[in-house]
């Protein structure tokens, strides 16, 4: 048995209540991530092209109605345009922008309800960690994005998934997939690293698509001879199934609007009571992996100060929303305060810490000493996460939009819920 | 300097008479296969899907005019279906049916003429061929369809060169492409391989068209870290472009509707005159790479019997016309005679051979030994060629539109041609 043959049985699986509603808490913040988004000047002439060649009945944000595959195409690249949606660290990749997008336009074809939507976008989501887990760290280090290499087959599953395939046509469309998956990392730092994420939500609808159209495809070609895997570097670890624990429920979302490696930082600070006066020095513990990600000690650009520990940690001890995309403007750079206390925070790497972890000593002017922590895998309930979440949406996208969103994402209309995506 | 400097320099190249000469050879060749291909019954669900979610200004095989991407997609599939398009053995992929399709769609929105076409596509076809040497036969062992991902840069560099980019826009073109060529070897024998062509033509579209909307890429996605041939198990040969003779004069085109690694064999066998009773046994030496490719020992479909020496040795010796679609049939599997004498034979690797070589020792009944061998690399003028060609086509469409197509793949007029191939 491959795993070509377990996501085939995993595709007819019934979903349990926690990962769907974890998926529903995701889907409310992946549409928040598009609406903003679609607001990135930069991208308005990529979306006019895809738009004026076709029209069709599934919604794009920020405007229009253009066919499943250019929908999931636009969407999947919006959503990942500001690269805030949510991640998993077992493979490290971002599913929802893979997943979602496909699901979303297909079921407008098909005049599926949003509880289908949320249904076939678990298993899609949880497909696509199995699929980069079985492609494992090599894939990845090699310099394939899974967000886009597993995340294809993941988009493939849950298109499946909500138009009903059969066996045999998952089969096909994951050989399909096959051919189609790609995505590099070398396109970090530019506009193709979102774009992966929409080709390989694309991906998946037109494989869906195209198995039911009756064309035929590799009899294996993820894990088979000359296979997806075979070719592209993956280590075909041993995948066992979820259960009753999903992997989704370990699902992350980002609540800072910078480098995902920055985030335990933060959340140690956020509970913090320090004031910054007291501050004589204050030193971070990080994983080794993270000090060539995200520690420009001295950021130029807004850009790089999402990059940055020690700009990052005095904007939030200084009291600046680092959940805000305005906050990282060039005018924070100049903040003398935030220069100031910057200048007495240095960052050290700690191989004892895993990638999620963070420590933090704070050395006080009266002697005194404080010690703060945080780890993102730390359990968090459900209507915390809601809460973070809906903040994170005001910020993004102000409290009107937000909270009609969030009703929609809660409702069961698929049409309440691209209504929103739709408005600009 | 890297291949990507290289082919960015080459686009700009002039493009020699001979070079251009052999690509309209092609390009009547391939209107050919494509206007056949269109009339595979199994690829019409698909083509209407597709000409069914927008319509344009681009003519497809068989009718309907859709998006230029769209059409590069449907084009480069139909071409590709009958596998009867050209081949170039340096990186044995099938020039073709990625570049030719991108560039007539994106013409017939630009209103350039038949020579622009002609131009542009011997560009791409040659930076096809080039790609596909730098990435090397490791490439192609390890299972990915160069026809596909060199397909895909040539695709690229043939849009760019039809749309007047300027080089900073084909480099961002080539750094999309990197993040979005693909097609896998396991695809062999389904309607996947096809499609492997038509999506590496809509990815030269994409690519070129994007680049010019304003999106951005790695700087350089081919060969730079992290890029397409590092993931890709590229090999990074050292390449020279092209002076006088270009690798296009070089270029194969197929006088057997079935794999090109079995035509030596087949061209070998047609000038022997064996009784097939009198056969005791057949060896058939061929180069060891075909072994993985067309070797197919007892075929079980018509579209099987096409990749398989045993098959089509036998079907020549009996005296069907190999160069006829329909000789590929369920029927043939069926035929007493042809199961007999194909179990008569025997394939053997020799890597003492090339790969456009054959050699076939025959055992006779009575004793007696017969050696038959033949290099397709065997030169032919432009006029043998091109009269081999027009008998191909008057068996594939018939006489009337083979000529009606002559006359207009030789004039100017783009709409001509295309008028040509929207007649079913």
Known sequence: MTITDQLI???????????????????????????????????????????????????????????????????????????????????????????????????????????????????????????????????????????????????TLAACRLLGLDKAEVRTALGLCASMASGLKAQFGTMAKPLNAGLAARTGVEAALWAQAGMTAAEDGLAGPLGFGATHHGEGAEINLPKKTWHINSISHKFHACCHGLHATLEALREADVDPEMIQNLSIRTHPRWMSVCNIQTPKTGLEAKFSYRQTAAMMILGYDTAGIESFSEAVLQDVDVVALRDRIVVKEDDRLSETQSEITVQLANGGLRRLKHDLMTPMSLETRAAKLQAKACALIGETQAEALWQAAQGESLRALTDQLVMS
Chains 1, 2 share one sequence.
Request: aromatic share 8%; glycine share 10%; with cysteine.
């Open 9 to 155: 049985s995993f595709a007819a699986k019934p979903v349990p209540p926690e990962a769907s509603a974890m998926m529903s808490l995701s889907l409310y913040d992946w549409a928040v991530c598009g609406i903003a988004g679609a607001r990135e000047a930069d991208f308005h002439e990529f979306v006019a092209m895809q738009t004026g060649v076709g029209t069709g009945s599934c919604a794009v944000f920020g405007g229009g109605f253009v066919p499943a595959a250019t929908a999931a195409l636009i969407n999947g690249t919006l959503s990942h345009a500001l690269d805030y949606d949510d991640t998993h660290f077992a493979h490290i990749g971002h599913p929802s922008v893979a997943v979602l997008p496909a699901v979303i336009a297909l079921a407008q074809e098909v005049h599926a309800d949003l509880d289908a939507v949320i249904d076939a976008a678990t298993i899609g989501v949880e497909a696509s960690i199995l699929t980069g887990l079985w492609l494992g760290r090599a894939h990845y280090q090699v310099g394939y994005h899974q967000t886009a290499t597993a995340g294809a087959f993941g988009a």
